[in-house]
T-cell receptor, first 112, second 115 residues
Framework: AQSVAQPEDQVNVAEGNPLTVKCTYS??????LFWYVQYPNRGLQFLLK??????LVKGSYGFEAEFNKSQTSFHLKKPSALVSDSALYFC??????????FGAGTRLTVKP | EAQVTQNPRYLITVTGKKLTVTCSQN?????MSWYRQDPGLGLRQIYY???????DKGDVPEGYKVSRKEKRNFPLILESPSPNQTSLYFC??????????????FGPGTRLTVL
């Protein structure tokens, strides 16, 4: 079965510094990987996805993610964090039999 | 505006009192799904539907029912709620699973408390 793991419950960074939110995956076949963000009292919003092609995927709000097949990772990155980036981030993998499988989530806090 | 709506947004109820959480999408999506979100566990799928009259169990279906009589609606039914069903519930929809590049759209969530 497809699965993803987010090894960090919490990530803290200072505003202006680069941020990384980690995700590793386990799939049979080609991976279809996603990042979603959840702001307080809101539903999940799509950030970006990797289907095939370039290993560096660019998404919304200046975020990007790097697909690394050898390390089975799909880390989310941003060169310069904003306080408004503080939110809960979910990595997910497409399971073609049932839909989407999500990681446990990583809470990102960006401090001024 | 393309959206997924859920009602109610907040609900406090008592053990055993049947309730329904509605979900509706206006994007003509084939696929719909229900998730529950619990701290430290992320989102876990309850039920999903590939199309009208087609539903299937997700990872945590016990204590829940769904129906898909129309393409736009996918209600979640708790016949006899229990305190362990206290959670934040999300409905989501997408074009269809066969479309590998598909993205899911989420509703705003329903916070349910069962006393």
């Amino acid at each position: 079965a497809q699965s993803v793991a987010q090894p960090e419950d919490q990530v803290n960074v200072a505003e202006g510094n680069p941020l990384t939110v980690k995700c590793t995956y386990s799939v049979s076949g080609n991976p279809y990987l996603f990042w979603y963000v959840q702001y307080p009292n809101r539903g999940l919003q799509f950030l970006l996805k990797y289907i095939t092609g370039d290993n560096l995927v660019k998404g919304s709000y200046g975020f990007e993610a790097e697909f690394n097949k050898s390390q089975t990772s799909f880390h989310l990155k941003k060169p310069s964090a904003l306080v408004s980036d503080s939110a809960l981030y979910f990595c997910a993998v497409r399971d073609l039999s049932s839909g989407m499988r999500f990681g446990a989530g990583t809470r990102l806090t960006v401090k001024p | 505006e393309a959206q997924v709506t859920q009602n109610p947004r907040y609900l406090i109820t008592v053990t055993g009192k049947k309730l329904t959480v509605t979900c509706s999408q206006n994007m003509n999506h084939e696929y719909m799904s229900w998730y529950r979100q619990d701290p430290g566990l992320g989102l876990r799928q309850i039920y999903y539907s590939m199309n009208v009259e087609v539903t299937d169990k997700g990872d945590v279906p016990e204590g829940y029912k769904v129906s898909r009589k129309e393409k736009r609606n996918f209600p979640l039914i708790l016949e006899s709620p229990s305190p362990n069903q206290t959670s934040l519930y999300f409905c989501a929809s997408s074009l269809g699973l066969e479309r590998f590049t598909d993205t899911q759209y989420f509703g705003p969530g329903t916070r349910l408390t069962v006393l």
